[in-house]
């Protein structure tokens, strides 16, 4: 770590290890940030026995923690009994909490820093959507924002889908806008990041040229890498899904595009690692449509379990209509498999014809044709599928690695140190480059803890709803 650096107070609502897919982020924001300066992170209470139990835990860096539980709690329990099959709902509800942080935080760290807190830096990392607006600005510091993902816009065609999703309530994102109106804390800040073009588009007019572009996840490339020896041929084409089983993951076009393939005569098997509310009602269209000896249902698995899978399998789908982000695209893409994703959202900013297929969807017919299509393109050219893999592996190592994105300086991002406190110095952040391959939905307030399960963020209860309402 380098002592000298300007010391960094980062907020991270949400933060820890096995938490979810923000979660995740804000944990890893903290130990890169924490081996390179002095750094302190303030995040929620309900965060504190993942973290004191984490064994790469920073040693020696500060962690604040934030107690509303008495808000937090009560949200959402009524948020689930209300809406027990809408996760967009229970985040549209369990998000007031957000607030409430924001104001007990500013309290306490003002106290800190006039009995003489070194901070000379401030970073929000998480929540990652512009609906979580803050007056932590008041504390004089500059402020970064982000990466922010949020932003985008409901899909033409899928009506049946977003309703099931309870999207009707992002009428209620009004209420943030105004109160971001009256705080100001964009038009505060030092710099913002912005991870997809939808989340640049929701910025206010006069802020969209200034953000600078960063993807807010990045993959453990050690972790999610391509297995030792190469995988075996065994004449079916191993097809793999992980993520939550909610409306906007759109399984049944894929399962409709096996049952074209199947047709044909050909021999797939698609494996489906995570859990959901709709998993009986997607379980019954597979049995009608007579999927039951090529559909394997593995339920939920933890981080090692989905790392397995996605080393036995030949090529990674995800057919989210409504996909923010898709970091589970980076981490099969970091397993060495090619992708297939919808150009819609984060995925179409994720996948290429380099390492995958970008398929258009219009409508749900067209959408599950260019699945199948995709899925015999993958299984009559195996050096084609081959090479994907292997494009889509270095691009991660290039690019996404955790360390490449703490690592890599970008003066077009730095922020300047306080000058009343301590000399000007940037802070050392890397920008996307040339890979506007944008990430993750706006995963934006976590689940109560009650839920929590150390399972992998792409599907594990914990992870946070993804609001189309940011």
Same mark, same amino acid.
């Given at each position: 770590?380098?002592?000298?650096?300007?010391?960094?107070?980062?907020?991270?609502?949400?933060?820890?290890?096995?938490?979810?897919?923000?979660?995740?982020?804000?944990?890893?924001?903290?130990?890169?940030?924490?081996?390179?300066?002095?750094?302190?992170?303030?995040?929620?209470?309900?965060?504190?026995?993942?973290?004191?139990?984490?064994?790469?835990?920073? +040693?020696?860096? /500060?962690?604040?923690?934030?107690?509303? #539980?008495? %808000?937090? !709690?009560? $949200?959402?329990?009524? *948020?689930?009994? =209300?809406?027990?099959?809408?996760?967009?709902?229970?985040?549209?509800?369990?998000?007031?909490?957000?607030?409430?942080?924001?104001?007990?935080?500013?309290?306490?760290?003002?106290?800190?820093?006039?009995?003489?807190?070194?901070?000379?830096?401030?970073?929000?990392?998480?929540?990652?959507?512009?609906?979580?607006?803050?007056?932590?600005?008041?504390?004089?510091?500059?402020?970064?924002?982000?990466?922010?993902?949020?932003?985008?816009?409901?899909?033409?065609?899928?009506?049946?889908?977003?309703?099931?999703?309870?999207?009707?309530? +992002?009428?209620? /994102?009004?209420?943030?806008?105004?109160? #971001?109106? %009256?705080? !100001?804390? $964009?038009?505060?800040? *030092?710099?913002? =990041?912005?991870?997809?073009?939808?989340?640049?588009?929701?910025?206010?007019?006069?802020?969209?040229?200034?953000?600078?572009?960063?993807?807010?996840?990045?993959?453990?490339?050690?972790?999610?890498?391509?297995?030792?020896?190469?995988?075996?041929?065994?004449?079916?084409?191993?097809?793999?899904?992980?993520?939550?089983?909610?409306?906007?993951?759109?399984?049944?076009?894929?399962?409709?595009?096996?049952?074209?393939?199947?047709?044909?005569?050909?021999?797939?098997?698609?494996?489906?690692?995570?859990?959901?509310?709709?998993?009986?009602?997607?379980? /019954?269209?597979?049995?009608?449509?007579?999927?039951?000896?090529?559909?394997?249902?593995?339920?939920?698995?933890?981080?090692?379990?989905?790392?397995?899978?996605?080393?036995?399998?030949?090529?990674?789908?995800?057919?989210?209509?409504?996909?923010?982000?898709?970091?589970?695209?980076?981490?099969?893409?970091?397993?060495?498999?090619?992708?297939?994703?919808?150009?819609?959202?984060?995925?179409?900013?994720?996948?290429?014809?380099?390492?995958?297929?970008?398929?258009?969807?219009?409508?749900?017919?067209?959408?599950?044709?260019?699945?199948?299509?995709?899925?015999?393109?993958?299984?009559?050219?195996?050096?084609?599928?081959?090479?994907?893999?292997?494009?889509?592996?270095? /691009?991660?190592?290039?690019?996404?690695?955790?360390?490449?994105?703490?690592?890599?300086?970008?003066?077009?991002?730095?922020?300047?140190?306080?000058?009343?406190?301590?000399?000007?110095?940037?802070?050392?952040?890397?920008?996307?480059?040339?890979?506007?391959?944008?990430?993750?939905?706006?995963?934006?307030?976590?689940?109560?803890?009650?839920?929590?399960?150390?399972?992998?963020?792409?599907?594990?209860?914990?992870?946070?709803?993804?609001?189309?309402?940011?």
């Amino acid at each position: 770590m380098n002592t000298s650096a300007a010391p960094l107070l980062l907020v991270a609502y949400q933060c820890g290890p096995g938490l979810g897919s923000v979660s995740q982020i804000g944990w890893q924001w903290f130990c890169g940030m924490a081996a390179r300066r002095p750094t302190c992170l303030v995040t929620h209470v309900r965060n504190r026995a993942a973290i004191e139990a984490a064994p790469d835990r920073p +040693a020696g860096a /500060r962690v604040i923690y934030i107690d509303t #539980e008495w %808000l937090a !709690g009560p $949200l959402y329990r009524l *948020a689930k009994r =209300l809406f027990p099959r809408s996760e967009h709902a229970v985040f549209m509800l369990s998000q007031l909490d957000w607030f409430a942080f924001d104001a007990s935080a500013l309290r306490q760290l003002r106290r800190e820093l006039a009995a003489g807190a070194p901070w000379r830096l401030l970073h929000l990392v998480t929540p990652v959507t512009l609906s979580a607006a803050t007056r932590l600005h008041r504390l004089g510091l500059p402020l970064l924002r982000g990466p922010l993902n949020c932003g985008l816009p409901v899909p033409a065609g899928f009506d049946a889908v977003m309703r099931s999703e309870s999207l009707g309530l +992002a009428r209620l /994102r009004l209420l943030p806008r105004l109160v #971001e109106g %009256l705080w !100001g804390s $964009l038009r505060h800040s *030092a710099a913002i =990041l912005v991870a997809t073009r939808a989340t640049r588009d929701a910025l206010p007019a006069r802020l969209r040229g200034q953000a600078q572009s960063m993807l807010e996840n990045a993959v453990d490339t050690a972790r999610f890498a391509p297995p030792a020896q190469a995988r075996r041929d065994s004449g079916a084409l191993k097809v793999l899904f992980v993520g939550r089983l909610v409306a906007v993951k759109a399984l049944p076009l894929l399962l409709d595009a096996l049952a074209v393939l199947k047709a044909q005569g050909r021999s797939i098997e698609l494996e489906v690692i995570g859990d959901g509310p709709m998993r009986e009602d997607w379980q /019954r269209h597979a049995r009608q449509l007579q999927l039951d000896g090529c559909v394997h249902w593995r339920g939920a698995r933890d981080a090692a379990g989905v790392v397995a899978a996605m080393q036995q399998a030949d090529v990674f789908c995800l057919p989210s209509v409504r996909e923010s982000g898709g970091a589970v695209l980076l981490e099969a893409m970091s397993c060495g498999l090619p992708v297939i994703g919808m150009d819609f959202g984060g995925p179409a900013e994720i996948v290429d014809a380099e390492v995958g297929w970008k398929l258009p969807m219009p409508d749900p017919q067209t959408a599950t044709a260019g699945l199948a299509l995709a899925l015999a393109q993958a299984q009559d050219e195996p050096a084609a599928r081959l090479e994907r893999g292997r494009r889509a592996r270095a /691009r991660m190592l290039a690019l996404h690695s955790w360390s490449a994105r703490m690592d890599a300086p970008s003066s077009s991002t730095a922020v300047t140190a306080s000058p009343a406190r301590q000399p000007a110095e940037p802070l050392a952040l890397a920008p996307d480059r040339g890979c506007r391959r944008g990430l993750q939905s706006c995963n934006n307030f976590p689940v109560h803890p009650a839920c929590n399960a150390a399972m992998h963020p792409a599907f594990t209860a914990h992870s946070t709803p993804r609001s189309p309402s940011c």
